[in-house]
């Protein structure tokens, strides 16, 4: 599983031109699904990024996670970002988990998410063309993949 966390000023999902989901300050999460994935790797990404000491602390130090500051979430599914770009101009996504796969465990992602007590959790809507836009805060941007975390 892979995730790109972005410290944000704010964040908002569109479908269609409707609001789907938004958050204030917090984190705007970027979620792909790879082959093999499965609910340990949704629960573990869940607990590392609430936990995340990305926020600054009074001195301006980032010592502070999501939790401890009560920020939102904002997760998005993004099967892109299990491309395969070492061939060629054209990314294959062969890494990509299935499509029923995948969504299961975005939905198990967000509940771990919302077990951790992310005050406010928002999410797209798996599947769908979105318009995502984010102010970005820093900017603090990280990529976390499990199958480096979880060696």
């Known amino acids: 599983m892979k995730a790109v966390l972005q410290r944000v000023a ?3 999902v569109e479908i269609r031109g409707e609001t789907v989901g938004e958050i204030g300050p917090g984190l705007m999460v970027l979620l792909g699904v790879v082959q093999g994935d499965g609910v340990d790797q949704a629960d573990f990404l ?3 990024a609430a936990n995340l000491r990305i926020f ?3 001195q301006g130090k980032l010592n502070r996670s999501l939790l401890d500051m009560g920020g939102g979430m904002l997760i998005v599914s993004n099967f892109t970002l299990c491309a395969d770009a070492r061939h060629g ?8 988990a299935d499509a029923p796969t995948a969504n299961a465990l975005y939905e198990r992602f967000i509940a771990a998410v919302k077990d951790t007590g992310v005050s406010k ?7 769908e063309d979105m318009l995502v ?3 970005n805060d820093g900017p603090v941007t990280i990529l976390l993949d499990t199958c480096q975390l979880m060696k």
């Open 89 to 96: 101009r054209r990314p294959s996504f062969t890494d990509s």
């Open 133 to 135: 836009s984010i102010q």
């Open 121 to 127: 959790v928002e999410t797209g809507v798996f599947g």
């Open 10 to 12: 704010s964040a908002k």
């Open 46 to 48: 869940a607990e590392k």
């Open 56 to 58: 600054p602390d009074e």
